[in-house]
């Protein structure tokens, strides 16, 4: 198994479902109370790519790519319609000495925060500041890691800017697929799962 570099076919992809899932048990006591676990640290995606197939063309593109990929075996890069783009987060502060800094994404607010690690950004699109100063840095777009040449000072709020992908594969190795007119085909479920590396 491998991960491919290359983007599900965009259109499609904009016009898919999904989303995030969380693993959580919740047990009822008999009292009435509950007692609740969230099994996962991290939320995974999941979507359904056949809500974004339209025509013959479109179901012709991902059966080639779901050949490529060889079903559920190869990763690719998934485009979130909603959710591919982060402004201003947060990444870690300055130490002196720190030269490397993980992409992530804050959810919610002061309460309780979700920070996501994105490992997958459009190297292009990342722009990183100092205190508000944009910096050099090298971006790994198969980690999500920016690295300075020099460490940022001490107490200096690094932030970062960036679009970014989601590490996806197949969740099926059989593609379903009708040809309900001339020029229309429709595949009614298409299911993909993120992947956590």
């Known amino acids: 198994m491998a991960f491919h570099a290359i983007r599900f076919p965009l259109d499609i992809a904009l016009a898919a479902r999904g989303g995030p899932e969380r ?6 006591l008999a009292s009435g109370r509950e007692e609740r676990n969230s099994r996962w640290a991290q939320s995974r995606r999941r979507y359904n790519a056949g809500y974004g197939v339209k025509s013959r063309a479109d179901m012709a593109a991902v059966l080639a790519f779901f050949e490529e990929r060889r079903g559920r075996f190869h990763s690719f890069l998934w485009r979130d319609g909603l959710d591919h783009s982060a402004t201003d987060q947060a990444i870690g502060v300055g130490d002196g000495e720190t030269i490397s800094f993980q992409l992530v994404k804050r959810y919610g607010a002061s309460f309780d925060p979700y920070l996501r690690s994105i490992t997958k950004p ?3 699109t990342v722009v990183v500041k100092v205190d508000g100063v944009v910096a050099e840095v090298e971006t790994d777009a198969l980690t999500g890691i920016v690295t300075f040449d020099e460490a ?3 107490g200096a709020a690094v932030t970062a800017s960036f679009e970014f992908d989601v590490p996806v594969r197949f969740d099926t190795d059989r593609l379903d697929i009708e040809l309900s007119s001339f ?15």
């Open 23 to 28: 693993a959580t048990d919740v047990v009822t």
């Open 122 to 124: 459009v190297a292009e």
């Open 152 to 154: 940022p000072a001490e």
């Open 183 to 197: 020029d229309a085909a429709e595949a009614p479920s298409i299911p993909l799962i993120e992947v956590r590396e």
